[in-house]
Structure formats: C-alpha cells, structure tokens
C-alpha cells in the first residue's frame, strides 16, 4: 500500500486542521491505521490509530479529546481532525499502515509494527 498526506499547513493556536492520506491498492481496509509525529531532533510520537473496521481506536494522552481519527474504506482514505491546536502540535504528520493484528496499545504506538509511510505533511501551530 502506498500512503500520501495533505492537509497540512500553518493555523492559530486553537484553531483547527483535518489531514488526510489516501491510500493506493484495494488492501487499504485489511490493515489498521496510524497517524505519527515528529519534530527535529526527536524521535517519532505515537498520535493515533485506528483499526481495520474503523470501530476502534487509541490515541495518546497528548491528544485525548481534541483529535479524531477516522477512515473511510470505501474511498481508501484516512482522517486526523484536529481540534484546540497547541504550539506544541508543530511536527511533520506521518499516515501508516500496520497489519490488523496484534490490535492493542502497546502495539499501534510502536512505530517498528508499521510497513508503510507516507512522506509526511508538515503542521504549524503559531502562538
């Protein structure tokens, strides 16, 4: 599966943002999605994922109430809305794509379970 962003750009604190990676391939539904950042200098940030059906989902502490993750299998596409950005939101978003099991926490935030990437879309959060 081959995985491209967009959506990315430069909002307000508070304001919002919706990414989105269309997915290439008729196996998009067979794997569970992720959305990851990262900032130079360090490593990946697990954000969050969804699963295959896109019934389920996780996302860490950092983003608990203010992102969404969606998909829509029918389109081959994956969502992040993004609501109440912070400065500290400023990263490069990553979609990716992992096998539909094992579907648990430890799992989906590991970023090595994933075997492909898109190229990243850069977000800037302005105090």
């Known amino acids: 599966v081959q995985l491209v962003e967009s959506g990315g750009g430069l909002v307000q604190a508070g304001g919002s943002l919706r990414l989105s990676c269309a997915a290439s391939?008729?196996?998009?539904?067979?794997?569970?999605m992720g959305w990851f950042r990262q900032t130079p200098g360090k490593e990946r940030e697990f954000v969050t994922a969804?699963?295959?059906?896109?019934?389920?989902?996780y996302a860490a502490d950092s983003v608990k109430g203010r992102f969404t993750i969606s998909r829509d299998n029918a389109e081959n596409t994956l969502y992040l809305q993004m609501n109440s950005l912070k400065p500290e939101d400023t990263a490069v978003y990553y979609c990716a794509a992992k096998p539909r099991f094992p579907w648990e926490f430890d799992s989906v935030a590991d970023s090595r379970n994933y075997i492909a990437w898109g190229q990243g879309t850069q977000v800037t959060v302005s105090s």
């Open positions: 391939g008729r196996t998009f539904s067979s794997y569970a």
């Open positions: 969804v699963s295959w059906t896109g019934r389920r989902s």
